[in-house]
């Protein structure tokens, strides 16, 4: 009879841990599948350092670089030169780097892009809601996004360099767009 007591008290913790963990908040829940290339990038709304919401709708028409990322990822900061290189250089034919930072706080990314010199726009994840509905697993992760907001290009993990960055935004830039391949 004890063993039969010990599996039903084992089954009914089971149990609620299942119940917990589908009932829990987005915030620390697996990230969403990786989009595939292609699709419509999602749309979402973010604050950005000084305060101001921001969605990925409102960059319709131009290329866009959604780079997620976090002060402490070696990789991240060692990337973010050549996205602001390529910023400086592209954003007056299109292009825009969006940095999504995941879970920290303000003032410390504040700091950090003060440092570094960087002045594209910094947009703050603290809910971790739009790395997950991006499929991010591990940082950095850039998103490359066209100018009909169909996803060109996944990349988890590789460092960006100014030559990466030129050769797909040439690629995407010499792309029919969506609506006027299908009026034909």
Known sequence: MRNRAKIIVLGLVLAACAYSFVQA???????????TVGMQAEDFRLTDLAGKE???GQYRGKIVLLNFWATWCKPCT??????????????????VVLA??????DARVREHIKQYGHTFPVLMDHDNKVANQFGVV???VSVFIDQDGRVQEYIKGGLLTEQKIDEIVVRIQKQE???????R
């Open 100 to 105: 999504v930072n995941e879970l920290e706080d």
């Open 138 to 140: 591990g940082l950095p």
């Open 54 to 56: 921001q969605n990925l």
């Open 177 to 183: 767009p969506m609506k006027a391949a299908s009026l």
């Open 25 to 35: 908040p987005q915030v620390w829940s697996m990230s969403s599948r990786v989009p």
């Open 78 to 95: 060692t990337e973010m030169p050549a996205m602001q290189t390529a910023y400086d250089k592209l954003r007056d034919k299109g292009f």
